[in-house]
DNA sequence: GACCCTAGCTAAACCGGTTTATCTCCGGCT
DNA sequence: AGCCGGAGATAAACCGGTTTAGCTAGGGTC
């Protein structure tokens, strides 16, 4: 089974190859009925241009590509990712090449080669670090690119992101609103540079501790520890992610503190986890996070100058871990 | 910034494009020094081939693709493909191709696309159904595919697929070891092949009764008081995925029914959920049938004829929600 | 009637590779 | 000397599109 080719359709329809890519690209140059018949021709006989081809001519790919850093286990557990591509996938005609590699150093050398190849007509940049060599990469190779959850602006490339900042101050205020006065916060990596916003909002907004994790379960119980056992227990806790959170909701049950009663405990980012676990959590709509950023990478590869869009602000949805403070 | 191309490199090597192409692939038909030659001028200024320009020479797309039925925002919780995912990236060298859409039909059209337009040299087959067109598309296309999870033989193509049969089986037998008389199975979408084969196997086990969900916590809910409302209440139940077992373990304990006491719970597919939850599931490496299902794929695309591989069989790993029956 | 324009189309070049046909040179064999 | 064969290279065709230059016919202008 051979598919038909631009010149099936020209042998066809008795006209050249030449009047044929016009007809079919509604571009002017052929008469109404000979395209009206080339149309028909092609329809007929089920043509589909070919990519391939047609990227060759220096035009689109017809693609764009995402690149995870991750120990590739460890992606399992991030329903984030998944939400997010199945948003972008929402808004994109085109197809969404998707590699996980396990560095940096891997991620850097795949854009490259993505771009050498002509393979994408753009990329998401995620996990954005402080001071990303990334953003200088895109923009010495012209690679369109659109940051991704990496708050605030970044050299020329266009940005979508939530405000981890405001988000953050308001998770402390809320709990300072129940008498919380000893609050912790477990971060997530802090190379990210969204770790280190949120360190920021956190120690302007309070004076309490944070403890460093990274994202596992192991992480998240290590930490709780480290916190009740130390001589002046936070009453509240936040923690960067959700697998974190129900970790450490696990490790307060069989230390014999009770949740919320003397322990709260918030969650970034909500989940099916948090949802079974009663937990309070930071929601956001990451699918219309993700669908936000994939029409601003398509606005960008069609040649739209970069904007910052900001997404909405997460919302925080009150479950059974969060309580006034015993002590207030 | 213009990328260099073959031309480039053979203008500054000093021979033609042919040679190059020749030299760059490894094939006989250049001397040794030329080979050298070649090969230094273009590594010194940095050439990397069009991905492009090479799969028009009816050469490969150096890509295999996955389409995923699924209302987008159903992603999310779907630990299972994306471990799948990271799993089949970890052994291949090509791209990933990732597209999810909401029918049948366009996933159909996507295939169809995708082979048209030379995309991809391969292409995964995820949920099968019972009797389903795609393989016999796959074939009159002279697509290579690989099905994945869809227990047993399918027409030309390869397969990869662990025996839910045994697997339904050995569940139903522990359930039974422990003195369970009256055993429920809470099944999944009855259009998936691997849904029928399992209630097979439960039905050849036991005699017992099969309500239908679709992987949603409120279908496990739903499904769970239908049959602990019922006049004779199962004493344990086999839940096809995690979601429905944790949705179902919930409603148990707001029923006042305890939970291994009077009821036993198993879940199909393990994950952090699971982990949470204490529930006994049944556990297999997602990641490494991944890895496996790519293997097969590529072996395909190289052209060796299809096989069928058997994943290891799922193994249960027994946690809090499993007891033996109060009757016995 | 000579001239010019333009609509509508064709032929051909081009994109960046691969592949095939051809050409040259050199050495070995009889 | 004459013939053959093979190694090593090149030119050119090809893949399936896009794009540009050029050609032709018909109509309008003076």
Redesign the pocket.
């Known amino acids: 089974m051979k598919?038909?080719?631009?010149?099936d359709?020209?042998a066809a329809a008795?006209?050249?190859?030449?009047?044929?890519?016009?007809a079919?690209?509604g571009?002017?140059?052929?008469?109404?009925?000979?395209?009206a018949r080339v149309l028909g021709v092609a329809s007929e006989l089920g043509?589909?241009?070919?990519v391939?081809?047609?990227a060759?001519?220096?035009?689109s790919a017809d693609a764009v590509g995402l690149v995870l850093v991750r120990p590739p286990r460890a992606l399992g557990d991030e329903a984030f990712f998944f939400q997010l591509i199945a948003g972008m996938q929402s808004e994109m005609s085109c197809a969404l090449l998707l590699q996980v590699v396990s560095s940096r150093e891997a991620e850097i050398a795949l854009y490259q080669r993505w771009w050498a190849e002509?393979r994408v007509d753009g990329v998401f940049l995620v996990d954005l670090l402080v001071s990303d060599p990334r953003v200088e990469l895109m923009s010495s190779l012209g690679l369109p690119a659109v940051v991704v959850g990496g708050s605030g602006h970044h050299g020329e490339l266009a940005s979508v992101w939530a405000d981890d900042y405001a988000a953050m101050t308001s998770v402390v205020e809320y709990l300072k609103a129940l008498g919380h006065r000893r609050i912790a916060r477990v971060a997530g990596l802090s190379s990210l540079l969204h770790t280190v916003r949120r360190d920021q909002a956190f120690e302007s907004a309070v004076d309490g501790v944070i403890v460093s994790g990274d994202y596992t379960a192991e992480s998240g119980a290590a930490a709780t520890r480290l916190l009740l056992g130390s001589g002046e227990p936070p009453t509240a806790i936040v923690y960067d992610n959700d697998v974190m959170a129900v970790a450490g909701a696990a490790v307060a049950e069989s230390l014999g503190v009770a949740v919320p009663g003397e322990l709260s405990i918030v969650a970034w980012d909500d989940s099916v986890l948090c949802q079974h676990g009663r937990l309070t959590a930071l929601s956001r709509d990451t699918f219309a996070f993700g669908a936000r950023a994939a029409r601003a990478l398509l606005a960008v590869v069609e040649g739209a100058s970069p904007t910052d869009v900001e997404d909405v602000l997460p919302e925080l949805v009150v479950r059974g871990s969060t309580a006034p403070s015993a002590r207030a």
């Not at 008795?14 to 016009?22: F, I, M, P, R």
């Not at 043509?47 to 070919?50: A, C, N």
């Open positions: 598919r038909p080719t631009i010149k359709i020209a008795g006209v050249s190859k030449g009047a044929v890519s016009l079919l690209n571009r002017a140059g052929v008469s109404e009925d000979t395209r043509y589909r241009p070919s391939t081809a047609r060759l001519s220096s035009a002509h």
